[in-house]
């Protein structure tokens, strides 16, 4: 079946660590996309890549990094820089940016 | 940056009545438009898009969506809601020009008995 894993579905950490949430996908979609949710907010927009090896900060990139170095990977860091980490993290991917994008089943991250 | 509001976060409807999710967007130049819905704890799934075409979105379990350009709104409906339909709903626009997807707050469906 393709589709988007994330892993894990819960993460916690504490205050000051960073942590790296997985994505992978294996519809040979050449776009992926981090967003972040919060209650009551909608998701917003973190990095996206259009293609390897490339990657563009979205609307919260502050305290967040990626990487794209293989087509079906783009993993987020989140690092001690960011502010307030506690959410629900999710990530998609589209064929080309001007597609439908798929969603993940999210990871929860909860900094103690 | 598109804006996306939709109105009322929180829905209340009995199983069998119509389930109505409105949603309106600020463009001069009508974007792409897609519901989403989201279960506790999962990722977000398509129920419909508009990019061009005719103006009435049929998606899947039984939504559609009407796209109305003078109104600048692209409202959910379903004739009869069911007990599965109790979720979180998302409306979001994507620019033509960047592609961007800008999310509604949300709107969370419940189904009562």
């Known amino acids: 079946d393709g589709g988007i894993t994330q892993s894990p579905k819960y993460l916690f950490r504490k205050e000051g660590q960073n942590v790296t949430l997985s994505c992978e996908q294996n519809?040979?979609?050449?776009?992926m996309y981090w967003y972040r949710q919060d209650p009551g907010q909608g998701l917003r927009l973190i990095y996206y890549s259009q293609i390897v090896n490339d990657f563009q900060k979205g609307d919260i990139a502050e305290g967040y990094s990626v990487s794209r170095e293989k087509k079906e990977s783009f993993p987020l860091t989140v690092t001690s820089a960011q502010k307030n980490p506690t959410a629900f993290y999710l990530c998609a991917s589209s064929q080309g940016l001007a597609d439908t994008q798929y969603f993940g089943p999210g990871t929860r991250l909860t900094v103690l | 940056a598109q804006s996306v509001t939709q109105l009322g976060s929180h829905v209340s409807v009995s199983e069998g009545a119509l389930v109505l999710l409105r949603c309106n967007y600020s463009s001069s130049v009508p974007p792409y438009l897609f519901w989403y819905v989201q279960y506790p704890n999962q990722g977000l799934q398509l129920l419909l898009k508009y990019t061009t075409g005719a103006t009435l979105v049929k998606g899947i379990n039984g939504f559609e969506a009407e796209f109305k350009k003078s109104e600048t709104s692209f409202h959910l409906t379903k004739p009869s809601a069911h007990m599965s339909d109790a979720a979180e709903y998302f409306c979001?626009?994507?620019?033509?020009?960047?592609?961007?997807?800008?999310f509604g707050a949300g709107t969370t469906v419940t189904v009562r008995a």
């Open positions: 979001a626009v994507s620019d033509r020009s960047d592609y961007k997807l800008s």
């Open positions: 519809l040979n979609h050449d776009a």
